[in-house]
């Protein structure tokens, strides 16, 4: 298994991280452990969670299987969605000093740690001033009950607004982005890519799979696999909806090479600007193994520009920066 700096920060992640959202919710404490420790077994370092992840059960969980284990990992949550009343009322005001102080310690306590590594806003609740909740972040990491902050679900004008903001008043920068992104998805190389590169942030894709659509279980005018993602509930209508013929192109293009569209998801995403880790959820051990397999695939440059003519990137009006350093 490959690592890579998060972002400019010295902070290391393995290429491939697994996304804890099933944990708790679609799979129970004993698959959850033979999940973690397959993926630890497979190089994986990088466990991403949150606290709304089953209301808490799954931080509560992940922390279980890690056991002994915690210090070799990266633990990675959020803060800053609503829990429902669990962290008390909040207004609306997710991302203050007031709320994110109490989701932290609710968070370290079903973690079963006293640090984590990376703590993620959730989701900008667009009440709270980013200058507030970066001074919050900033007492989290004096404190050492937090390594690095990082973000999710910032457009890419929010996380530069937040590095300027950070760097006029000296707290704590954000060094990382989790936002949805895949090659069948790929608005996010408009604006964000962009803005990740040139402020040094990590891009970390949740729903590098596209919800299952690049996984080769699922056919244009065939029905979900039985006990499948897709199968049915509210998940059912993305099956109905998919853009076929960029499915079916990547898949010409996974063929052409000798690679399964798996592979093509997991390393050409993984080898895209800004990509530090792909965060991919995981309810098996065989789901683990396949997914830190896929990764390893290192596409060429001309595979990246054939990548690219496949689905073409979304058009860019920028001025290309140099990273900041």
């Known amino acids: 298994m490959r690592t890579r700096q998060l972002g400019t920060s010295g902070l290391m992640v393995s290429v491939v991280g697994i996304g804890c959202n099933a944990f708790g919710a679609r799979i129970d404490e004993t698959r959850t452990k033979e999940v973690v420790h397959a993926a630890i077994d497979a190089g994986v370092t990088l466990f ?8 808490g059960s799954s931080e509560v969980l ?3 299987a ?13 803060g800053g969605m609503d829990m429902g009343g669990a962290n008390g009322p909040d207004w609306g005001a997710r991302a203050s000093r007031r709320y994110l102080r109490k989701a932290l310690e609710a968070s370290l306590t079903r973690l079963g740690t006293d640090y984590v590594d990376l703590y993620q806003l959730h989701t900008p ?21 937090v390594r690095y902050a990082g973000c999710s679900n910032l457009t890419a004008w929010e996380l530069v607004d937040a590095d300027w903001t ?20 790929r608005a996010a190389e408009a604006e964000l890519v962009p803005a990740c590169e040139a402020l040094g942030v990590g891009l970390l894709p949740y729903f590098p799979l596209a919800y299952g659509l690049l996984t080769g279980k699922y056919a244009r005018g065939a029905a979900a696999p039985e006990g499948s993602r897709l199968a049915a509930g509210s998940q059912a209508a993305r099956l109905a909806t998919a853009d076929w013929d960029s499915i079916e192109a990547l898949e010409a293009y996974a063929r052409e090479r000798g690679r399964s569209i798996l592979e093509v998801a997991m390393g050409g995403l993984a080898a895209q600007p800004a990509v530090s880790s792909v965060i991919a959820g995981a309810t098996t051990p065989a789901q683990v193994r396949s997914n830190v397999e896929a990764a390893a695939w290192e596409p060429t440059a001309d595979d990246l520009a054939a990548l690219d003519a496949v689905r073409p990137a979304e058009r860019r009006s920028y001025t290309t920066f140099a990273p900041r350093r």
């Not at 991403?48 to 209301?55: F, P």
């Not at 609740?125 to 404190?143: G, K, N, Q, Y």
């Not at 950070?166 to 998805?185: D, H, I, K, M, P």
């Open 48 to 55: 991403d969670t949150s606290d709304t992840y089953g209301t």
């Open 62 to 64: 992940l922390g279980r």
């Open 66 to 78: 890690l056991g002994a284990r915690r210090g070799d990992v990266v633990v990675a949550t959020k």
């Open 125 to 145: 609740d667009r009440v709270t001033p980013i200058a507030e909740t970066l001074s919050v972040m900033d007492d989290f990491v004096r404190e050492g009950k």
């Open 166 to 185: 950070a760097r006029t008043t000296g707290t704590t920068a954000f060094v990382s982005a989790q936002n949805e992104y895949s090659l069948y998805n």
